[in-house]
């Protein structure tokens, strides 16, 4: 057999044989820490800024639908409202609405929501936890949009107008409330008495302080207590007015 014969045949075996790579099991922990390291700073690297609100993103496709935010255009109608939505998957959410489908129950109180999103804002409740803080009056309130529209009323604007008399309101919700007077509607029914009422607060007040021996206003100077919060104004005005 010739040399050049013995080498071609030793090459060729050598070159077949599987080339030796370390198992990942046997990598050192340490590469493979920093290996996870690298990944996660890359995941938490959000370099896409918003110039109108300085919030980032990871993405420059997500930059840019939050950037509709600042348009102000909502180009997503629903065709049974009219109410509009910057984006359509908001739009979508609220069509729930209309279909009188509330799937999503909560399981302290029963009470059920069309949209799970404010299924959890209202376990906030149950909670007992108040995290927003009024910044005027320091009151607190379970859910951020509760203490907005709170806010309204230091703000002095009364924007929604009854278009019957003219009155104004801070808010839309006690703008339809108040809108009931015109229909002489009483939907609100107490359930001891069964007098009815146009107004839920109305009512709320009737069963606190008819059916029960509830007195929460207390005179600050001779603890003496009233149901009523006009009581203890006109007790402060004939027993205290000197003091």
Not at 19 to 35: L, W
Not at 140 to 157: D, E, M, N, R, V
Request: proline fraction near 2%; charge should be positive.
């Amino acid at each position: 057999m010739s040399s050049v014969y013995v080498f071609l045949l030793t090459y060729t075996f050598h070159s077949a044989e599987p080339q030796q790579t370390e198992p990942v099991g046997n990598r050192s922990s340490g590469s493979a820490s920093d290996e996870l390291q690298l990944n996660s700073r890359q995941r938490r690297a959000k370099s896409y800024k918003c110039q109108q609100c300085n919030k980032s993103f990871l993405f420059p496709s997500h930059l840019k639908i939050h950037q509709l935010v600042h348009t102000g255009i909502r180009a997503h109608k629903c065709t049974t409202c009219s109410k509009s939505f910057i984006y359509k998957t908001h739009l979508n959410r609220h069509q729930i609405v209309h279909t009188g489908i509330k799937a999503h129950q909560c399981p302290k109180c029963s009470k059920s929501f069309g949209e799970k999103g404010n299924l959890k804002k209202h376990q906030l409740i149950h909670t007992g936890i108040r995290a927003h803080k009024c910044t005027k009056c320091s009151k607190l309130f379970a859910q951020k949009g509760t203490l907005k529209l709170h806010q309204l009323i230091h703000s002095g604007i009364r924007a929604h107008k009854c278009t019957t008399c003219s009155k104004s309101f801070n808010r839309p919700d006690t703008l339809r409330e108040h809108q009931l007077v015109h229909t002489g509607i009483r939907a609100y029914q107490c359930t001891t008495c069964s007098k009815s009422f146009g107004h839920k607060g109305v009512l709320a007040k009737h069963q606190r302080f008819v059916h029960s021996d509830s007195k929460p206003f207390q005179c600050s100077i001779c603890e003496k207590t009233f149901k009523w919060k006009e009581g203890l104004k006109g007790h402060l005005q004939t027993q205290h007015q000197q003091q």
